[in-house]
Nanobody, 115 residues
Framework: QVQLVESGGGLVQAGGSLRLSCAASGSGVSSNVLGWYRQAPGNQRELVAYISSVGITYYANSVKGRFTFSRDNAKNTLYLQMNSLKPEDTAVYYC?????????WGQGTQVTVSS
């Protein structure tokens, strides 16, 4: 069973940056397409970016050009570099497989962007 632990969130002013990390423990992590999701209050959880096992990335239009997704397969760790943050980026951020079947969700990490 894969376990996911997200970290790196915080409070930042609009225009600022944060780097999120996701540590995944378990077997087979490196062979999966992995994603970063976020859930804002009152909204459904949405996939904002995903990365293939060889580093090919996809970004939702809302974050394209501002977020960079990377992975270190040797460490089973994902990173999300978030630049030029906007108040609408405020959400709890989670990592997981990019498609079903999903692993159990971690606790997420809160990102709050003040205007």
């Amino acid at each position: 069973q894969v376990q996911l632990v997200e970290s790196g969130g915080g409070l930042v002013q609009a225009g600022g940056s944060l780097r999120l990390s996701c540590a995944a423990s378990g077997s087979g992590v490196s062979s999966n397409v992995l994603g970063w999701y976020r859930q804002a209050p009152g909204n459904q959880r949405e996939l904002v970016a995903y990365i293939s096992s060889v580093g090919i990335t996809y970004y939702a239009n809302s974050v394209k050009g501002r977020f960079t997704f990377s992975r270190d397969n040797a460490k089973n760790t994902l990173y999300l570099q978030m630049n030029s943050l906007k108040p609408e980026d405020t959400a709890v951020y989670y990592c997981n497989r990019a498609s079903a079947p999903l692993w159990p969700w971690g606790q997420g990490t809160q990102v709050t962007v003040s205007s």
